[in-house]
């Protein structure tokens, strides 16, 4: 049972905007940077956003990424048909001295 | 280019010990800590065990402390995770990844990942 928790899911046609929420603690996203991951199954993982709200080189800026107190959000707009996919937030926990992955949430593009 | 190529999974039974490889290249690999994450079928991510760069600190999971080990060898490029005592639970697939420094441990580089199946 993960300690940052998701909505199971999230949908929308192409062109909308598909917002993700990620909710953590004071020992987590209250106190660290959040990470969000792109996975499509039989994959890699891939970086999507890095300290809250930064984008890696070559990601789309559709994705974006929030923080405040002890939540996250990854927003992607202008949904399309390549973005189905799951998505995990994550961030380290000064409780647990562990890496700590959100519950993922699988995006469908109606 | 900068790659990180798993190996070492399989079927193996419970109780017996497994070790994983993540060979790493195009990269100053010393300068990077590393990290295992693995995914059980059906199920999300979950991280496993991470190594400074210079292998002075360790840190793992709850549900591998005690079983598993990370170690790395900077000459060689290539970090490892010793499983013993392994478990049904410990079935998935095991990822190694790369962590800048002061990235906020933001996972920019993946292997593609080594299957391990615990059974018997």
């Known amino acids: 049972q993960s300690v940052l928790t998701q909505p199971p899911s999230a949908s929308g046609t192409p062109g909308q905007r598909v917002s993700i929420s990620c909710s953590g603690s004071s020992s987590n996203i209250g106190s660290r940077t959040v990470n969000w991951y792109q996975h499509l199954p039989g994959t890699a993982p891939k970086l999507l956003i890095y300290n809250s709200n930064q984008r890696p080189s070559g990601v789309p800026d559709r994705f974006s990424g929030s923080k405040s107190g002890t939540s996250a959000s990854l927003a992607i707009s202008g949904l399309q048909s390549e973005d189905e996919a799951d998505y995990y937030c994550a961030a380290w926990d000064d409780s647990l001295h562990g890496y700590v992955f959100g519950t993922g949430t699988k995006v469908a593009v109606l | 280019q900068m790659q990180l190529v798993e190996s070492g999974g399989g079927v193996v039974q419970p109780g017996r010990s497994l070790r994983l490889s993540c060979a790493a290249s195009?990269?100053?690999?010393?300068?990077?800590?590393m990290h295992w994450v693995r995914q059980a079928p059906g199920q999300g991510l979950e991280w496993v065990a991470n190594?400074?760069?210079?292998?002075?600190?360790?840190y793992y999971a709850d549900s591998v402390k005690g079983r598993f080990t990370i170690s790395r060898d900077n000459f060689n490029n290539t970090l490892y995770l010793q499983m013993n005592s392994l478990r049904a639970e410990d079935t998935a697939v095991y990822y190694c990844?790369?962590?800048?420094?002061?990235?906020?441990?933001?996972?920019?580089?993946w292997g593609q990942g080594t299957m391990v199946t615990v059974s018997s």
């Open positions: 195009g990269f100053t690999f010393s300068t990077f800590a």
């Open positions: 990844a790369r962590d800048p420094p002061r990235s906020g441990y933001a996972f920019e580089i």
């Open positions: 190594i400074w760069q210079d292998g002075s600190n360790q």
